[in-house]
Structures are given as C-alpha cells and as structure tokens.
Nanobody
Framework: EVQLVESGGGLVQAGGSLRLSCAAS????????IGWFRQAPGKEREGVSC????????YYDDSVKGRFTMSSDIAKSTVYLQMSSLKPEDTAVYYC???????????????????WGQGTQVTVSS
C-alpha cells in the first residue's frame, strides 16, 4: 500500500522556521519525484517545491525561493521541507505528493501527481 505521511506542521510567528517531513512507503522511492504543495483557505492548491535526488532535479516556486529548502533521505524514503523566514501568506495545509517520471520536476503539473499525503497545517502568525 502506498503511503505518504506528512508531519512537522504547527503554529509559528512570522520570521520563524519549521521543518516538514514526508515519509513514503509502498513504492520505489528513488523512481519518483516528490513534491510539496500547499492550499490556503479559499485558494487553489499550488506547487511549492519538488525533488528527485537520483537525477538532481529540484524546483522551487518563486514565492519560496531563498526561504525554503527541500531535501531527501533515500535510505529513509523521506523528504524534508525546511521553511525559514516564514510569512503569514505561507499559512496553508501542506501536502506531499509523488509521481513516477523521468523528465524533471518542472515537467509535471499538480494534477499529474498520483499519490498524496493527508496534509499538515502550517499557520504563521503576524
């Protein structure tokens, strides 16, 4: 059974940091691109970042470049999203998702991701 389990969300003040984790199981981790997405109340889900260590592919949305860093631990089948300099507009439910592919993070849209986690809430207070 494929599972993606996010953790690490919470409440933080603006300017603070959080690290999200996404533990994957049930598929060959290294064959998949893992993405982080977020959905704020009343807004559409949007892409935040993506990684696949085996081909060196990464992607960051412009809104998080320089503040968020994504990494992966293949041995643990886990990806991380280190979020720094958080802003109130980063408040959202954060989801990780996986897609098996070969063409780089930027080749795939949100609707192509096959497996999704349940999400973790991140709230940034001003």
């Amino acid at each position: 059974e494929v599972q993606l389990v996010e953790s690490g969300g919470g409440l933080v003040q603006a300017g603070g940091s959080l690290r999200l984790s996404c533990a994957a199981s049930g598929f060959t981790f290294d064959d998949y691109y893992i993405g982080w997405f977020r959905q704020a109340p009343g807004k559409e889900r949007e892409g935040v970042s993506c990684i696949r260590e085996s081909d060196g592919s990464t992607y960051y949305d412009d809104s998080v470049k320089g503040r968020f860093t994504m990494s992966s631990d293949i041995a643990k089948s886990t990806v991380y999203l280190q979020m720094s300099s958080l802003k109130p507009e980063d408040t959202a439910v954060y989801y990780c998702a996986a897609i098996r592919g070969f063409y780089g993070c930027s080749a795939y849209g949100i609707h192509e991701y096959r497996y999704w986690g349940q999400g973790t809430q991140v709230t940034v207070s001003s």
